[in-house]
């Protein structure tokens, strides 16, 4: 008896088993549709989790070497000031020397009218040249700081904005795993038992059993009304023979 391992009595009964499974099989696609979606956003949480993660980081690193090329930028622009005010006051000075070549010893000094100058022949004028190339070396220092720190911005402001682009993208897919989550309230009832939206695997079991359990029934159901169509064309050769047998009797008394 082909229906006696499945636990069904007569073939309406199993038409009728069969006729619900396949009635429940789009709803359990369905399901299947959400509960899949749901993983797979599951699993971009946890990347876009990541990038923030490391972004932030970046971001981190980034704001305090910006910091850092900041101060060291102020460090030496406060040198370079001083540098320079120095290497003014060796020109002013420096200005001075035609005065000085032009005293004359028991004369008064135009600048200050003293008739000694005891420092004229001892007087050594300043090394400008040495101020000069310590300017020009904190320039470039200046300069290279200037250059680096625009870069680290631009990167900063690259960083920044792949990180908002991060944070808008798992926001929506919170959002979309709470729209899943509405919908998958309406789908569960359509299991035997309830299950949460994030048992993937265990609903696609489910579904899969469901799958084979409906293929296998077709099948029976096949059979059975193979073996029903052999048993009536038997009904109706005996029937035939029956009535054949009948006539030939018939004919026989007569």
């Not at 029903?228 to 006539?247: S, W």
Request: contains cysteine; charged residues 25%.
């Amino acid at each position: 008896n082909l229906l006696q391992p499945l636990a069904i009595k007569d073939l309406h009964t199993l038409k009728g088993q069969l006729s619900s499974l396949q009635s429940q099989l789009p709803k359990y696609y369905q399901a299947k549709t959400v509960t899949l979606r749901y993983h797979q956003l599951t699993e971009f949480n946890g990347k876009f989790l990541h990038q923030l993660s490391q972004q932030r980081q970046q971001l981190a690193v980034l704001s305090f070497d910006i910091d850092k090329m900041r101060n060291e930028y102020v460090r030496i622009k406060q040198q370079h000031n001083d540098v320079a005010l120095i290497a003014e006051q060796h020109k002013a000075i420096l200005s001075l020397v035609e005065h000085r070549d032009n005293l004359i010893a028991k004369q008064a000094c135009p600048l200050c009218g003293s008739l000694e100058h005891p420092f004229v022949n001892h007087y050594e004028a300043p090394n400008s040249s040495e101020h000069q190339q310590r300017l020009v070396e904190l320039e470039q220092a200046l300069n290279a700081l200037e250059k680096q720190g625009k870069a680290l911005n631009a990167e900063q402001a690259k960083i920044n904005a792949e990180y908002q682009v991060t944070q808008i993208s798992h926001a929506e897919t919170l959002k979309e795993q709470q729209q899943l989550e509405q919908q998958w309230s309406k789908l569960n009832h359509c299991f035997d038992k309830s299950y949460e939206i994030k048992e993937y695997l265990q609903i696609e079991a489910f579904i899969e059993k469901s799958e084979a359990e409906s293929t296998y029934l077709v099948s029976v159901d096949k059979q059975a009304q193979q073996l029903m169509d052999q048993a009536n064309n038997v009904k109706q050769q005996l029937t035939t023979l029956e009535l054949q047998k009948a006539q030939d009797q018939s004919d026989y008394q007569i």
